[in-house]
Nanobody, 125 residues
């Protein structure tokens, strides 16, 4: 099981940017499809973005497409989420997730993943 630790969350004004990082330990992420999810207050967890093992393919929720960019650096065992043009509705706890030898088309279901503890992102209007 890979251990994941998110960082980079915080308070930002609408229109601003943040970059989240997800550092992995105990196992290398080079065998994992990686994803970001979020849970807003009073809402269900939702898929945000995913990236394939080699980084060539990405997938985004419609709500963040064109604003967020997921990337990975397997040499650093780290995955990133660059969040631009942030909106108040992006306020949530953001979680990193890992799918061992997974599929970028199915990770959005959030099943059988390794999870980080989450990092809070708050966007003020």
């Amino acid at each position: 099981q890979v251990q994941l630790v998110e960082s980079g969350g915080g308070l930002v004004q609408a229109g601003g940017s943040l970059r989240l990082s997800c550092a992995a330990s105990k196992r290398t992420v080079s065998s994992y499809v990686m994803g970001w999810f979020r849970r807003a207050p009073g809402k269900e967890r939702e898929f945000v973005a995913a990236i394939s093992i080699g980084g060539a393919s990405t997938n985004y929720a419609d709500s963040v497409k064109g604003r967020f960019i997921i990337s990975r650096d397997n040499a650093k065992n780290t995955v990133y989420l660059q969040m631009n043009s942030l909106k108040p509705e992006d306020t949530a706890v953001y979680y990193c997730a890992a799918d061992y030898l997974g599929n970028i088309r199915t990770i959005f279901m959030g099943l059988n993943l390794d999870w980080g503890q989450g990092t809070q992102v708050t966007v003020s209007s």
